[in-house]
């Protein structure tokens, strides 16, 4: 386990499972760095996937380093599914040394998130598309 970060895993795992809840409007949880990056804990939840896209592409986005878990649905009018995505954020400013060290901390969320179709690591924007990440989950 990654020294000096923890997670708050109580607020997590309450995301998590209503995110997983058919019967919950809530579409995403997104994680992000606290108390100066020694705590994972939960600072956006929602029924509207583009907050994350706005928080990301925002001036702030550029150095923030977080982790999305995310709702899609697939399939036809005749065959609806729910799949899940965890999202890796890195901004492009964020300095090597915690780019490095969220590979491993990554470990720590996906202890608790641990059922989703496909994981993506994004810097960019665009690959954090809804498009694209529709795209990825059919490819699966």
Not at 2 to 10: A, L, M, R, T, W
Not at 43 to 49: P, V
Request: aromatic share 6%.
């Amino acid at each position: 386990m990654p020294k000096g970060v923890i997670v708050d895993e109580e607020a997590v795992m309450a995301g998590y499972a209503d995110v997983r809840d058919d019967e919950s409007e809530t579409k995403f949880l997104m994680l992000t760095y606290q108390d100066e990056n020694t705590k994972i804990g939960v600072s956006k939840s929602g029924a509207d996937y583009s907050e994350v896209l706005t928080d990301l592409g925002g001036e702030e986005g550029e150095s923030l380093r977080a982790y999305v878990y995310l709702r899609v649905v697939t399939g036809d009018e005749m065959s609806k599914r729910h799949k899940f995505v965890l999202l890796t954020w890195c901004g492009p400013s964020v300095p090597a040394l915690k780019k490095a060290k969220m590979s491993l901390e990554k470990t720590l969320v996906k202890n608790l998130m641990r059922s989703f179709a496909v994981e993506i690591q994004a810097s960019e924007l665009e690959e954090m598309a809804l498009d694209n990440l529709l795209r990825r989950v059919h490819d699966e």
